[in-house]
């Protein structure tokens, strides 16, 4: 039997790391603008969001200031959209190739796991629950009572979930915001390539490695 390994936390983001959401979330943010007359962003600046708290994420694609009335009517309208989709028949978020036996093979080898996302705890549970894979994760951070990456909480709170050090902590991530968040909380920053940003922007805001397939994690973590 495999030792506990308590100084390691593998942290992963949700959205375009572990599941691929990014038409889910494309057609309810243009809807959500569309519903309330404003000119709808385009496919790529929705992408370039992802990860971000809702309302940041609004704010960011409005282009222009906002009311506090309209901002929220706009983020519940994208919440509201997003909760409809995931109860249609063919609702689909489907989960990268190789994150289950890579999150199986870190399970078996004992080591804690996590998720700092800025989807809701709703649709993150929703998530996990679709893909079998509720039960592998001590901590789950959102939004819900946290403030948005690259704030540093999430991560703070699920080492001390974790009772881990921030130098044996890895966040894995597709976003600068994910390697901005483990620069931050002063934790190891792994970029995915598969992701929504570019390896550019990855690299410039803070990861220490890219990795091309899930199952490199394994060997980088093994090694610590």
């Known amino acids: ?3 506990k390994s308590p100084n390691i936390l593998v942290v992963f983001d949700c959205d375009g790391t572990l599941v691929d959401s990014q038409h889910n979330v494309v057609a309810c943010m243009r809807a959500a603008f569309a519903d309330e007359g404003l000119d709808v962003p385009d496919d790529q600046s929705i992408r ?3 990860g971000l708290n809702p309302d940041e994420a609004v704010l960011r694609l409005a282009l222009r200031p906002l009311d506090e009335e309209l901002l929220v009517r706009l983020v519940n309208g ?3 959209g997003f909760f409809q989709r995931r109860l249609q028949s063919d609702h689909q978020e489907p989960l ?3 994150a289950r036996e890579t999150i ?3 399970a078996a ?3 804690p796991m996590a998720v700092a996302t800025g989807k809701s705890l709703r649709g993150l549970r929703a998530v996990l629950e679709q893909h079998s894979l509720q039960d592998y994760f001590i901590s789950l951070q959102t939004p819900d009572h946290n403030p948005g990456k690259p704030h540093p909480q999430m991560l703070e709170k699920a080492m001390l979930d974790a009772g881990t050090r921030a130098d044996q ?3 894995v991530g597709d976003t600068s915001f994910d390697m901005m968040l483990a620069r931050n909380a002063g934790c190891r920053a792994i970029g995915v390539r598969w992701g929504y940003h570019q390896e550019a922007e990855l690299l410039d805001s803070g990861a220490e490695r890219l990795i091309t397939q899930f199952e490199e994690l394994l060997a980088i973590v093994g090694n610590a």
Do not use: H, Q, V
Request: net charge positive.
């Open 104 to 106: 199986r093979e870190l």
């Open 48 to 50: 370039n969001t992802i």
């Open 96 to 98: 990268y190739a190789g």
């Open 169 to 171: 902590t890895f966040m």
């Open 1 to 3: 039997m495999n030792e």
């Open 78 to 80: 994208y919440k509201s």
């Open 109 to 111: 080898r004992n080591i």
